[in-house]
């Protein structure tokens, strides 16, 4: 490893690394569990709070 | 074996053999080079002239496309307002998605290049994940994460945690167009940064450390500016990408952010109108070749005053 990533500064690059591995996954991930769902739509909990908008 | 008739050759009187072979010599690279040419010319060059022409050609009021030649159509882009509006939003989404590219991928490469070789595995192969997944998938499931309603994946977090009280409206935004472009063309800016950082001999760093410069100052120093031309390939691809790009802006922008690409599509595929359609295309074509010129002139300029 090169004196860079050792460096107090350096550390912040990886949680910046760690959030873009989650952005870059995210759709990705998104797909697959929509494909083993059982709902025909995406329907989280959230949702029960505007039931004119849930079919 | 070729030495032979070449040793031949120089000691023949007339001296015929030799230029013969001298020629010969110079025809190679031609010959080599005429399949690429060839097919350029048929599958670039032939395709781009064609849209050039028909853009300045006239469609009669039966559809028919052909002379007089006009520029009226590149006059009607540049004066209607709402053209003028699309190609401001082009520019203004492709510079977004290249300056958060580059932004976000500089740190992403930098702890690539510098990591332990799993770590090393691991992040490259997140990063081109999405190159083996079709982009319309991509998208769809950007789509089901930007969702404007509170079953939209983003704003049910936002909701649950707190930070919103009512789900906030991203899809079909310049904001949606901008983030799904970056997902698609992220790989794009990281593997050309990582490649220049790779380049960098670490001896370099090394050597500034031990003269007393601190880390900050060896990366602005050296790690910044050798890795410069790897970054400007990035952006400059980035941009051409999203510029022209027609799936993400259809399914994440709608009509809150129509592009230049699906400007192209609606004249030729609903209006047809195929001049107008064509010039929209050029014009296109013709920003994204200008921006790679201004890169390719900057990049060589750099590496010029690096030769010197």
């Not at chain 2, 000691?11 to 190679?28: I, M």
């Not at chain 2, 781009?48 to 009021?61: K, R």
């Not at chain 2, 490469?109 to 982009?135: D, E, G, K, N, W």
Request: hydrophobic share 55%.
């Amino acid at each position: 490893m090169s004196t860079e990533l050792r460096t107090p500064l350096a550390w912040l690059l990886l949680p910046v690394t760690g959030l873009v591995m989650v952005f870059i996954l995210a759709p990705l991930v998104v797909t697959v569990a929509m494909s083993v769902s059982d709902t025909p739509l995406c329907r989280l909990p959230a949702a029960r709070r505007y039931p004119r908008l849930v079919r | 074996m070729a030495a032979i008739p070449v040793e031949t050759a120089r000691v023949s009187p007339s001296g015929a053999p030799q230029a013969r072979w001298a020629s010969a010599g110079r025809l190679a690279p031609a010959v080599l080079l005429a399949p690429s040419l060839l097919f350029l010319a048929v599958f670039f060059a032939l395709p781009a002239l064609t849209l050039i022409l028909y853009s300045v050609l006239t469609q009669a009021a039966d559809g028919t496309i052909g002379l007089p030649l006009t520029l009226a159509h590149y006059q009607h882009f540049f004066t209607t307002s709402v053209y003028s509006r699309v190609l401001l939003t082009t520019l203004r989404i492709s510079l977004w998605t290249t300056g958060a590219a580059a932004l976000l991928a500089y740190p992403v490469a930098l702890v690539m290049v510098r990591s332990s070789p799993f770590v090393r595995q691991a992040i490259t192969m997140i990063v081109i994940a999405p190159l083996i997944v079709s982009v319309v998938v991509r998208t769809y499931g950007w789509q089901l994460i930007l969702g404007n309603g509170p079953t939209g994946i983003l704003n049910w977090l936002l909701l649950r945690i707190g930070l919103a009280q009512k789900p906030v409206a991203l899809l079909y935004s310049e904001a949606a167009v901008v983030i799904g472009s970056l997902h698609v063309f992220f790989p794009m800016t990281v593997l050309p940064v990582a490649s220049a950082l790779g380049r960098i001999d670490p001896r370099l760093e090394d050597a500034a450390r031990t003269l007393g410069a601190t880390a900050w100052r060896s990366f602005r120093r050296i790690t910044l500016p050798l890795s410069l031309p790897g970054l400007a390939v990035g952006c400059t691809l980035v941009f051409s990408l999203t510029a022209g790009s027609f799936v993400t802006p259809a399914i994440l922008g709608g009509t809150g952010a129509q592009m230049l690409g699906m400007l192209v599509d609606q004249q030729i595929l609903v209006v047809y109108d195929w001049p107008f359609g064509a010039t929209v295309a050029t014009v296109l074509v013709a920003i994204v070749l200008a921006v790679n010129i201004v890169s390719m002139r900057v990049l060589d300029r750099r590496r010029a005053v690096q030769a010197r």
